[in-house]
Nanobody, 123 residues
Framework: VQLQASGGGLVQPGGSLRLSCAAS????????IGWFRQAPGKEREAVSC????????YYADSVKGRFTISRDNGKNVVYLQMNSLKPEDTAVYYC?????????????????WGQGTQVTVSS
């Protein structure tokens, strides 16, 4: 099981980025997929997740209305579209799988993690 996150970069406040999480060794639609982030000096936190069985999605309050998670089963990729980015969104973003996806997204229960991709929001 391998996950590869990509798409990070430097963007100005108000800008957009789309992160991708590509899977190898398994089909992404078999498991929930979560996006998480970790800013310097802070704990890793959940950003969003998408369920495998019904495609339901959940978001942290801090990103609701700005971020959208989606899945392309044909490409075996999960995306995180990030709009109206703010400096406080600056962090390393990770995707992970094999954990619960609901109103709460417990970081510690996700078993498989990709390497992170850096997102920096700055003018």
């Amino acid at each position: 099981v391998q996950l590869q996150a990509s798409g990070g970069g430097l963007v100005q406040p108000g800008g957009s980025l789309r992160l991708s999480c590509a899977a190898s060794g398994f089909a992404l639609d078999y498991y929930p997929i979560g996006w998480f982030r970790q800013a310097p000096g802070k704990e890793r936190e959940a950003v969003s997740c998408i369920n495998n069985f019904d495609g339901s999605t959940y978001y942290a309050d801090s990103v609701k209305g700005r971020f959208t998670i989606s899945r392309d089963n044909g490409k075996n990729v999960v995306y995180l579209q990030m709009n109206s980015l703010k400096p406080e969104d600056t962090a390393v973003y990770y995707c992970a799988t094999d954990g619960p996806c609901g109103a709460t997204i417990p970081v510690w229960r996700y078993d498989y993690w990709g390497q992170g991709t850096q997102v920096t929001v700055s003018s």
